[in-house]
């Protein structure tokens, strides 16, 4: 039973929180402490250490930069290898499995185990790898890794053990699956070759046996030599020595004949009967010139020899070959079937593919039923069975890329009814001509598992589109799609102007997300600084858009000078402070903003049909003022019972009401404080006119990576192109498209700082002012005084990375932020610098100066809420609370009416208060509780279509919901915990006495990226995401640390700008460019996870092969068969060096063996463990024995060349003994 304690109205208005962070009762950094007050709550929190545990639950998505191919045709299951290491296998919609190298290095090559279970993965760094894949979670049962040769190539005969291994010096090794260890049998290189050949064949390319007899192995080498190798005489049978280098070789499953696809665009066919010479050499992109010679084709890297019943023709299927003069052509896949030649144009460049048959037999007929085409940034399955070859509708959520992701949010425990209605509207747009046949990957199991409930995910991409996805039981499927650019008019051709040049590739990429599932309301924010309402209706509809235009941008400096009230508790009594000097108001008009106010983008004025889904309503523009475009939008909320929408930037906040279609309020954020302010702001000396800026252009949120071979380009198309290891972090070219940077400090467009260091005085003289530039203008490097160099110096040197979340936000949404406990800011941008600048790490100066403090305090979150605005409430009322990035949160009481008909006509009246709390770090998150320890939810509206039709007996009226404490007498007179998040600290506040019950420091050395306030196990937690890669996870109210994982070091812009918590202990972010994870923090979903993820493997008999007859197998050869194990076994072949390539034990080979020994045959695998155990210390014995072995045949060899020199010496001294013999 946990105690909490709380504080009665009005008896601690003298015990604030100290803004460094420590309560009024000194707790310290990392433990939460409590309040002394007269009276006790007794809360039960029911959440223990017990109930978290990091664990991957699934990835969505394409797979990033694939490498490889493979495919079981028993199984019917595909494997994907990619660069960084990953496998991904698929099967029926639903069998979606992930697996990674420890490694990390990239997937070479893929081998199936036919109807095994197990799959063969050859890597960059020459390892081999058989991974299980007859359980949920497949693992490495056995690891090879080769020495002294690099591979090249690998194939697995069917049915086969052995599994044949080519290398870059053109040896051929043979693998033994079950035991992972080199054969003695080797093919070198110069025995393939005749000895009369003087150079080198190069790297293996191919290997295969022939489909005809299993003792010959075809072997192809990279400069056009092949050998057919008898591995039974172990010599070859004959030798080709083509012009062109050899990029792969397919068979004719008769084993007569087999084709070659080369360097040059041709396609060469080898008949077994004469090998001098192809008996075809075709070019089939490649055009006779005048001189009668063909031009010249790229190559053919890939071709696919398949026969068929239905048709005397065979398929001839390549990539490439198409001829450089055409240049800018797509890749293409050619079909050639008989005389028809059919090229399919691709979207992107051909990694591999493979033609999926009917059966796994090489001498039989292969019957083509499909094409597997992996692109780099696609995956296209081809039907073969129809003459215009149609693609299959692929079930897999491959096209998440389609536009770069530039936001996501998650979505638990929905309303039911919300995913079928999504996919019935989306269902309509959907795209036509596919293939009517079912989808050719079916293998694997899948059903739905117990633990199943509703679940969404929304990605926003750089094209302004908006994705629905049903995120339910671990899989992904698209339910509809909203294109955001449809409610602006397209520029147009040749149309010059400054609205032209105000945004570059991407103005209408999203930045962020609001939406209420329950009224459905949907809100976005986009990169031109514009906010759309939309509203969802199952009718269309022909309306006009409402568009509003709001001026917030600040003619005021908040410039904070050093105060001795700085870390001094903030009082919300108005006399505690002196009267501070009145900025002019946002909205205020000047002859030059009447000439600047125009908006980034132009919305439609006129009547637009809308179909069914989500409809546009209202559009809500920031304008540029005085020459200087709108700071981006840095935070939103919408409330559907109040009918509000709020949100800010670094200039301050404006509140919208949707339903009368105005704007309430639109103020900076110091005229929030009013009288209230905690810091000491001094005014500036009056603004100049400015300087035009018509060619300033917006940046967009392209500018998060920076393409090293493209440097001018900033669309997103970049930003997928780039792989990890390319972004960094660069000092020196970062430039906030909207903040000069000097020295080190960064300076707002509208703020010029003084030479002298100081900040400027009412009456003073102004310095000279610094020119305005955009984004693309050279940075300033004007030098400054002493004073200024003294105090940047010290920062710009010490600075690594980010140095905190305003950072972060500055290249994020190109604000400047300010944070009370950061005493400088510093630029930042993506380059070409050293790895160990891409992380987050902070840096300290210990020099205080208000030139390093004079910058913007940004509105950083919002939230409306039921409660209380003053300490002398006494009911709740509708708030907005606000966060800053100084700490500081601000809560805005409203008055909203209650009626209908009167919501719809009176005014709503928002009055800010002098309410002021204080945090350490810039606010990120709110939540309330009651004082219960519940969540509170928000109010909201229930859904009601608008454009249905009239029902007279039921007419149209709004329905509320609403969660809080006021629905309970006893509820109204304890009030309500609000639970307050910063990017260094998390407080919890009683209200309305506003007294600080329990503060926690999170962190000292890092800062927090996102935290959220989550329902888990039928409790509250606050779930934190940290930049040092920290998830942690804080108890409700009490903030006791309950899961603290180092989990995932933040190396990518991408993981802060994506990541997010939902309900029930889950999360994702874009781990790549192309692919979503999701996690979960959650033991018990973790313990779950094994139920609710595919099988992979099915008990499938093997299908028999045809049998052939005895005519057509006597005069046609049947395949002969030989004993593999005869040739390449210990006994005949002798063991491999040792020093050639070392045996790794996988994680799931003798431990998985052990765990899986139990229930009816458990027996035979400790039986199975016994033998592989005792193998294991004969091998150990028999490596013994053979060092001994040696060492006796050194001995013994040394020894005999003692008696040699031994024997030799007397025979000499016989020698001397006879000749005085004979002498005397």
């Known amino acids: 039973m946990k105690k909490f304690r709380k504080v009665l109205d009005g008896l601690t208005t003298s015990s604030p929180v100290n803004p460094s962070g420590s309560s009024s009762c000194g707790s310290a950094a990392g433990t939460p402490s409590a309040a002394q007050t007269p009276r006790e709550l007794e809360i039960q929190e029911t959440l223990m250490s017990e109930h978290f545990q990091i664990c991957k639950t699934v990835r969505h998505g394409f797979t990033y930069q694939p490498t490889a191919l493979a495919f079981d045709p028993v199984q019917k299951i595909l494997a994907i290898g990619s660069r960084s290491g990953g496998v991904r296998l698929l099967g029926r919609p639903g069998v979606d499995c992930y697996c990674l190298h420890e490694s990390g290095a990239a997937v070479l090559q893929l081998q199936f185990l036919i109807n095994e279970g197990a799959l063969v993965t050859a890597c960059a760094d020459d390892t081999l790898h058989l991974w299980n894949l007859r359980q949920r979670r497949p693992a490495v049962l056995h690891s090879l890794k080769f020495n002294r040769e690099r591979i090249t190539f690998c194939h697995l005969p069917f049915q086969s053990k052995w599994l044949y291994v080519g290398t870059e010096r053109g040896n051929t090794h043979i693998v033994n699956i079950e035991s992972f260890v080199l054969s003695g049998y080797v093919i070198m290189w110069n025995k393939a070759i005749e000895l009369s050949t003087k150079t080198h064949p190069g790297p293996v390319v191919h290997l295969s046996d022939s489909p005809k007899d299993e003792g010959k192995l075809l072997i192809g080498f990279e400069s056009g030599t092949i050998v057919m190798w008898d591995l039974r005489a172990k010599r070859a049978d004959f030798r080709i020595y083509y012009d062109e280098a050899i990029h792969s070789v397919s068979w004719h499953h008769d084993g007569r004949q087999f084709m070659c696809s080369h360097s040059d665009g041709s396609l060469s066919m080898w008949n077994l009967r004469n090998t001098a010479k192809p008996f075809q050499v075709t070019f089939p992109h490649g055009k006779t010139q005048r001189d009668g010679r063909k031009e010249s084709c790229k190559p053919i890297l890939k071709v696919e020899y398949k026969t068929s019943r239905n048709s005397s023709e065979a398929f001839v299927i390549f990539s490439g070959g198409l001829s450089y003069d055409k240049a800018g052509r797509r890749p293409t896949l050619t079909i050639m079937h008989g005389k028809a030649i059919t090229v399919l144009e691709m979207d992107y460049p051909i990694v591999d593919f493979m033609v999926l048959c009917d059966t796994p037999y090489l001498n039989e007929i292969q019957e083509p039923y499909a094409v597997v085409v992996l692109l780099e940034k696609d995956f296209v399955v081809v039907d073969l069975t129809q003459s215009n070859f149609p693609i299959f509708e692929n079930p897999y959520p491959m096209d998440i890329h389609e536009s770069p992701v530039t936001c996501t949010a998650y979505f638990a425990d929905c309303p039911p009814d919300i995913i079928p209605i999504l996919y019935s509207i989306g269902a309509k747009h959907k795209k036509t001509g596919y293939s009517h046949k079912e989808w050719p990957l079916s293998g694997g199991t899948w059903t739905v598992g117990s633990q199943a409930y509703p679940e969404i995910i929304i990605t926003g991409h750089a094209d302004g589109s908006i994705k629905f996805w049903d995120a339910t039981a671990i899989t992904l499927q698209m339910l509809y799609k909203l294109k955001t650019s449809k409610v602006f008019e397209k520029p147009k051709t040749g149309e010059v102007g400054r609205g032209a040049e105000l945004v570059e590739d991407d103005p209408f990429a999203i930045q962020m997300i609001s939406w209420c599932p329950q009224s459905r309301i949907f809100c976005v924010v986009g990169i031109s600084a514009h906010v759309i309402l939309y509203r969802f209706s199952k009718h269309d509809a022909s309306t006009t858009i409402t568009s509003l235009e709001v001026r917030l941008q600040c003619d005021m400096e908040d410039i904070i000078s050093p105060s001795d009230t700085e870390n001094t508790p903030c009082f919300s009594d108005p006399s505690g402070h002196s009267p501070q000097p009145q900025p002019p108001s946002p909205r205020s008009i000047t002859p030059d903003s009447v000439r600047d106010s125009i908006h980034c983008l132009k919305v439609k004025d006129r009547m637009i049909r809308m179909p069914p889904g989500y409809q546009a309503e209202l559009v809500v523009q920031l304008l540029w003022v005085d020459g200087e475009p709108p700071q981006q939008i840095t935070c939103m909320d919408l409330n559907s019972a109040y009918g509000l929408l709020a949100f800010g930037n670094c200039n301050g906040v404006a509140v919208v009401d949707y339903l009368q279609k105005t704007v309430l309020l639109c103020m900076s954020t110091l005229e929030l404080y009013g009288s209230a302010d905690p810091f000491q702001r001094l005014t500036r000396s009056p603004r100049k006119n400015r300087q035009s800026t018509s060619d300033f252009c917006m940046r967009g949120l392209s500018s998060f990576y920076s393409d090293s071979k493209k440097r001018t380009r900033t669309s997103y198309q970049s930003l997928t192109e780039l792989s990890d290891n390319q972004v960094s972090l660069d000092l020196e070219r970062s430039k906030s498209p909207t903040s000069d940077h000097v020295n080190g400090h960064c300076t707002s467009p509208t703020y010029q700082p003084c030479p002298s260091g100081r900040g400027r005085v009412p009456g003073g003289l102004e310095g000279p002012r610094l020119a305005r530039r955009g984004p693309g203008r050279p940075p300033f490097r004007k030098a400054q005084s002493a004073a200024c160099m003294e105090v940047s110096l010290p920062v710009s040197s010490l600075t690594e990375g980010y140095s905190s979340r305003r950072a972060m936000l500055q290249q994020l949404h190109g604000v400047s932020m300010y944070s009370h406990d950061e005493h400088h800011t510093t630029n930042y941008s993506w380059s070409e610098r050293e790895s160990r600048e891409n992380s987050f790490s902070r840096s300290r100066s210990s020099s205080v100066s208000s030139i390093d403090r004079e910058t913007k305090e940004a509105v950083t979150t919002l939230q409306f809420a039921e409660s209380y605005g003053r300490k002398s409430d006494t009911l709740p009322t509708p708030c907005l609370w606000v966060g800053t990035s100084l700490g500081l949160v601000l809560i805005i009481p409203m008055s909203i009416p209650t009626d209908e008909q009167e919501r719809q006509e009176d005014p709503i009246t928002v009055a800010p208060t002098a309410t002021v709390l204080m945090l350490k770090g810039s606010v990120l998150r709110f939540g309330f509780l009651d004082c219960g320890g519940a969540l509170i939810l928000n109010p909201y509206e229930v859904w009601r279509d608008q454009h249905a039709p009239e029902d007279p007996d039921r007419p149209r009226k709004r329905k509320l919901f609403n969660f809080s404490p006021s629905s309970s007498q006893e509820a109204i007179g304890d009030g309500h915990l609000a639970v307050v998040c910063s990017e260094r600290q998390a407080k919890v506040f009683l209200m309305p006495s506003q007294a600080c019950l329990y503060v926690h420091n999170i962190t000292e050395s890092s800062f927090v990226l996102r935290a959220d306030v989550v329902s888990v196990c039928n409790s509250v937690c606050l779930a934190i995401f940290c930049a040092n890669g920290h998830i942690m996870t804080l108890s409700l109210p009490s903030l006791r640390p309950l899961l603290d994982v180092n989990y995932l070091p933040l190396t ?125 210390r004969l091998g150990e014995l028999e490596e013994r024995t053979a060092l001994m072995m040696t060492s006796a045949e050194t001995f013994s060899k040394h020894a005999h060349e003692v008696w040699k020199w031994e024997r030799r010496g007397d025979r000499e001294n016989e020698t001397i003994n006879e000749y005085w013999g004979l002498a005397i």
């Not at 990518?1052 to 979503?1076: H, K, V, W």
């Not at 979903?1085 to 093997?1102: A, H, K, R, S, V």
């Open 1052 to 1176: 990518d812009m991408r993981i802060a700008r994506t990541f997010c918590f939902t309900n029930g202990g889950q999360a994702l972010y874009l781990c790549s460019p192309t692919e979503i994870q999701r996690i979960t923090y959650s033991q018990e979903m973790c313990d779950n996870l094994q139920e609710m993820l595919g099988e992979l493997f099915t008990p499938i008999e093997t299908p028999e092969a045809q049998n052939r007859g005895f005519l057509k197998g006597f005069f046609g050869g049947n395949a002969q068969t030989f004993d593999r194990e005869e040739l390449f076994g210990e006994a005949a072949a002798g063991k491999a060096s040792r020093s050639l390539a070392q045996h790794i034990p996988g994680q799931g080979g003798m431990e998985g063996m052990k765990a899986a020994a139990g229930g009816v045959v458990g027996e035979l695998a400790r039986a199975r463990i016994a033998l592989d155990e005792r193998g294991q």
